[in-house]
């Protein structure tokens, strides 16, 4: 049973966080919407301060801890909340705070503590995705082959949040093709080693605050030492499932990156509305609303549907339970659902939701990526989908 009454301390931590991207981050997001690619130099500010929950690395068959106390704040559910605070400010400013790469996440995940020294202060990004792989993240082509002392890797990775910014990159890798999901591993490349290059930034659509890259791997010789986990193929998809793992900690994260733009994007249709005279009142019978108001209701109880899927996935993840179908749930609601509420929001403030005078128009943009990126949704139903039925993945593709 998930324990959900946000308990005071974690209301802090949301007032906190609230304040900052009020004053922070929300007065400077058009701003940066309109100069893709210039790096938000405000968000130095943020240098050194963890804004996205790191996993706390565990010793070998060490179990997690059960927290005792409900009212503890777990690392997840206290992320969760900060990155909705962070995204009602602005999602793409959010994505380039220093620091709280995906990257970083997987390094603080799996990585030694030889390797923590070396990358636990620096920028990560996480290349996964390439031209002819992304939903399917198993059929990776990039290469990585042992020489002497040295990975030397060639392939390369698509739409790589943070390209630019960051100082190295979790890329992903096969050692051996012939061992499928087996052979994937992943290894840290720093900027500046020859032949690792990046290609060229991408013009988008939303988060255009965000730094989306190509880079090309030609040759590239890494230290040994670099290959995050064990470098052994072994005849089983353990290792891979593993690192799929992580993403039952980072999809209810981009969750909650939909919670905080949707409400944004709510807030400014209630204050609107307001002004027009259309005062909510939740003690009328929805019948007797104008058509405005109910959709607005409407799209508050999706928003709460989000709020509730995505809570439970990480206060699953704190206490130690497999989450693996809740956080595709919350996943698949809150991406699918913020489209539809920010697209909603802008339609109830006609001529207003499609100006650059106001935001509503920018929230529509943002809010599609969270319903692509870390797996789409038709790939969180396929994951729902196969826990429900108790079917695997070569059963149900
Ligand atoms: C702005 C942005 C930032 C990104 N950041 C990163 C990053 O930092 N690191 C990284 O590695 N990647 C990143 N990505 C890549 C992102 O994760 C992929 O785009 C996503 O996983 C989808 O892969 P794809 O684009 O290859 O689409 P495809 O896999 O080709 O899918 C195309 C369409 O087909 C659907 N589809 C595919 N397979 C199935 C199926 N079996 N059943 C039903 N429908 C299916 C998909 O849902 C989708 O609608 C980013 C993408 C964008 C746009």
């Known amino acids: 049973m998930a324990f959900l009454e946000p308990p005071p301390d974690l ?44 996993p706390k690395k565990k010793k070998d068959g060490e179990k997690k801890d059960k927290p005792k106390d409900p009212n503890k704040i777990g690392q997840n559910l206290g992320t969760i909340v900060t990155v909705e605070e962070m995204c009602w400010g602005d999602c793409g400013l959010m994505l380039s705070i220093p620091n709280a790469g995906l990257g970083n996440a997987a390094i603080a995940a799996v990585a030694t503590d030889e390797q923590l020294e070396r990358f636990g202060k620096k920028w990560a990004a996480m290349a996964i995705t390439e031209a002819e792989s992304g939903s399917d993240a198993g059929s990776i082509s990039t290469t990585a082959d042992l020489d002497g002392d040295s990975w030397v890797l060639n392939g390369e990775k698509i739409f790589v949040t943070c390209a630019d910014r960051c100082d190295c990159v979790v890329v992903w890798a096969t050692v051996d093709k ?10 840290v490349v720093e900027k500046g080693t020859p032949g690792f290059t990046l290609d060229h930034l ?20 890494i230290p040994k030492e670099n290959i995050l986990g064990s470098p052994e193929v072994k005849q089983t998809t353990e290792g891979f499932k593993g690192v799929m793992k992580t993403f039952d900690n980072t999809r209810p994260m981009v969750a909650a990156m939909s919670l905080g733009v949707a409400r944004a994007s709510l807030d400014l249709t209630r204050e609107k509305l307001e002004q027009a005279g259309e005062k909510l009142d939740y003690s009328k019978n929805p019948n007797n609303c104008s058509a405005r108001q109910k959709d607005y209701y409407m799209a508050e109880a999706t928003l ?13 993840a704190d206490n130690g339970d497999f989450n693996n179908l809740e956080a595709s749930m919350s996943k698949a609601k809150a991406g699918r659902g913020g489209t539809l509420i920010t697209q909603k929001c802008s339609e109830i403030l006609g001529p207003l939701g499609l100006t650059t005078k106001e935001l509503s128009e920018k929230w529509m943009r943002d809010s599609k990526i969270l319903d692509i990126f870390e797996g789409t949704g038709q790939i969180q139903h396929l994951i729902i989908a196969r826990n429900v039925l108790k079917l695997s993945r070569s059963q149900l593709q």
């Not at 995505?310 to 206060?315: E, K, L």
């Open 304 to 316: 709460e549907a989000m709020r509730l899927l995505t809570w439970r996935a990480a206060w699953m």
């Open 11 to 54: 209301i802090k931590v949301r007032e906190g966080m609230h304040n900052v991207s009020a004053s922070m981050l929300r007065p400077i997001a058009r701003k940066y919407d309109e100069e893709e690619h210039t790096y938000p130099k405000e968000l130095d500010a943020f240098r050194g301060i963890q804004v996205m929950g790191r």
């Open 202 to 221: 991408e013009h988008k659509l939303g988060i255009r605050a965000s730094d989306t890259g190509t880079f090309v791997l030609n040759n590239c010789r």
């Open 178 to 187: 012939e061992a499928g999901k087996a052979g994937i591993k992943s290894f």
